[in-house]
Structures are given as structure tokens and as C-alpha cells.
């Protein structure tokens, strides 16, 4: 038989848990379904953004840097699930977006 004692580690222990699984929930990125699903998110705007991020997709100069930015922020997938059906590691796939992202930034930024 359990003691209150018990119940309350138990308790915490749950706690915890929950409370964990929320802040990497909270910190991981959206995807662009989850974008707009946000209150500052407008329907006519829609088509546009597409188009702009699908262009600026496309203008990336590599292929599994495209695969990945694709998956991840349009397809919804985690870097795990990416890293399993590119058959590479899971840090392989953070440091592909990691630079894909910053190229992408340089684009914006620049202009072009």
C-alpha cells in the first residue's frame, strides 16, 4: 500500500513532466499551418506569403537545404522525423536549417 508520500513524489513527478513537455512545446517553431491558425493572421494575406515563401524556398542553393526547410516548416515535421527519411542524423538536419535559415535571412535582408 502507498503512502501520501508517496503520492505526492508521484505527483511531482507528473508535474514535471507535463510542465517540461510544454516549454519544448512552446520553444519549438512553428510551422506555417500553425501560423495561421494565430490571431494576428489575415486570410487575404495568404496567397501572397505562399508565393513569396514558396520563391524563396525554391531560390535555395541546395536541394536537401530545400528538403529540409520544406519539411520542417511547411510538411510539420520534427528534425527527427526529417533526419530518419533523409537517412542523416538529426544534428545533420539542425545545421542544414540553421544554414538554410541564414541565407534565407541574407536574401530578405539583401533584397534580392
Not at 30 to 40: Q, V
Not at 54 to 73: D, H, K, N, P
Not at 82 to 94: D, H, P, T, Y
Amino acid at each position: 500500500m502507498q503512502s501520501l508520500r508517496d503520492y505526492e513524489g508521484e505527483l511531482k513527478r507528473l508535474a514535471w513532466r507535463l510542465q517540461y513537455q510544454e516549454k519544448r512545446r512552446a520553444r519549438r517553431e512553428r510551422g506555417y499551418y500553425e501560423e495561421m491558425n494565430l490571431p494576428s493572421y489575415r486570410m487575404e494575406d495568404e496567397a501572397l506569403t505562399r508565393l513569396q515563401c514558396g520563391e524563396l524556398v525554391a531560390s535555395l542553393s541546395s536541394s536537401s537545404g530545400r528538403q529540409v526547410i520544406t519539411g520542417l516548416y511547411f510538411r510539420d515535421r520534427t528534425e527527427s522525423q526529417l533526419a530518419r527519411e533523409m537517412n542523416v542524423s538529426q544534428q545533420a538536419v539542425n545545421k542544414w536549417k540553421h544554414n538554410m535559415l541564414r541565407q534565407l535571412s541574407r536574401k530578405i535582408n539583401s533584397g534580392s
